[in-house]
């Protein structure tokens, strides 16, 4: 792409988060639209549209939630090991190293990461060098990304829209690559609709990363459940199962699927707020040793349905 062309992409991006349609309903009652984002005009346009009530009412949910958990956050810059981590990606036995591995250079690539919540990985990415447009629901996780983006020097490259990714009006062809962390898996109703904006997003050859906690087998499923691990998950929420991975195998038949998740679920024991890089030696040597078993069991077809986390990624056909 020469220059004048990705001048003229940064502007049309620049123009499209400004008129954002962003759309947030906040609040059982559906009539609180975030004054943080919203703009003149938007609670009429909101009510008058035909959007389906368990929508609305799933959108207030989610954006509730979420804007509950990242009040407990503070914005602070990336921690220098946390970089290092992610730059080396020395163990790809884990689920977020493998896949910074798989996007490789980053360095001028235009990175759409629906659902970013509290903009970890918008930041790792902006600060290896891409253009990043995060999208939240939720109106609290996109001022921590903006405050984030600022305390890591990477306001200019950087942009955060708050919508439903369902109605947020974004650029066709525009980006290298789209990222979703535990995201697809909020949007099931939707799952169709959403995987056909996504690739209509993406530039022709466009990488896709998906990591979405999967469930091929009810019976683990169940057992999974007598496992008292805590997680945080809004109400209703559910792994992807069969019938979704179809829906995202048909927009994209070309994902690889590799699989994390079961033994290294324990790792919430031993590492403090998950934190691998800050822990010490010997319970680095130990999430080490349940992340290889976890590569060596999930590679062998038939074991597979014991991960509880699948990374799905590829590419589009670089033609249409
Ligand atoms: C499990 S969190 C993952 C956040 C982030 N990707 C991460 O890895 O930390 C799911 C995120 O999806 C967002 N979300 C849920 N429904 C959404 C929707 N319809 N449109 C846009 N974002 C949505 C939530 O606000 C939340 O931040």
């Known amino acids: 792409m020469g220059m004048d062309e990705r001048e003229s992409l940064d502007e049309r991006l620049e123009a499209k988060v400004e008129g954002v349609p962003s759309v947030l309903v906040s609040g059982p009652e559906r009539n609180r639209v975030s004054r943080s984002v919203a703009r003149p005009g938007l609670e009429e346009e909101l009510f008058s549209t035909e959007l389906p009530p368990e929508a609305l009412a799933r959108w207030a949910s989610e954006s509730d939630f979420f804007d509950q958990m990242v009040e407990k956050q503070t914005a602070r810059p990336l921690d220098a090991l946390t970089l290092e981590r992610y730059r080396a990606t020395r163990r790809p036995w884990f689920n977020k190293e493998f896949r910074f591995r798989v996007m490789g250079d980053l360095r001028g690539k235009r990175v759409l990461d629906v659902g970013c919540g509290d903009g970890s990985n918008a930041m790792l990415m902006a600060r290896f060098g891409a253009r990043v447009t995060g999208i939240d629901i939720s109106s609290r996780s996109i001022e921590l990304c903006k405050r984030r983006a600022e305390l890591d020097g990477v306001g200019d490259s950087t942009q955060f829209i708050c919508s439903p990714l369902e109605t947020a009006d974004l650029l066709e062809g525009a980006y290298d690559i789209i990222w979703g962390d535990g995201v697809l898996h909020h949007l ?5 609709g959403v995987l056909r904006k996504l690739v209509s997003c993406a530039k022709p050859g466009a990488l896709f990363v998906f990591s979405e906690p999967v469930c ?4 683990m499923r169940k057992l999974r459940k007598r496992i008292p691990i805590h997680t945080d998950a809004t109400p209703n ?19 690889e699927m590799r699989w994390f998740g079961f033994l290294s679920r324990m790792d919430r024991f031993f590492l403090r707020d998950n934190n691998f890089e800050r822990a010490s030696k010997p319970r680095r040597l130990a999430a080490d040793v349940l992340g290889c078993t976890d590569r060596a069991l999930l590679s062998v077809p038939g074991l597979q349905m014991l991960g509880g986390m699948c990374v799905m990624y590829g590419r589009l ?4």
């Open 188 to 192: 099931i109703p939707e799952l169709d």
């Open 216 to 219: 091929l087998s009810p019976l």
């Open 237 to 255: 929420e559910r792994p992807l199962e069969r019938a979704e991975l179809a829906i995202i195998q048909r927009y994209l038949p070309r994902l």
């Open 317 to 320: 056909p670089e033609q249409g």
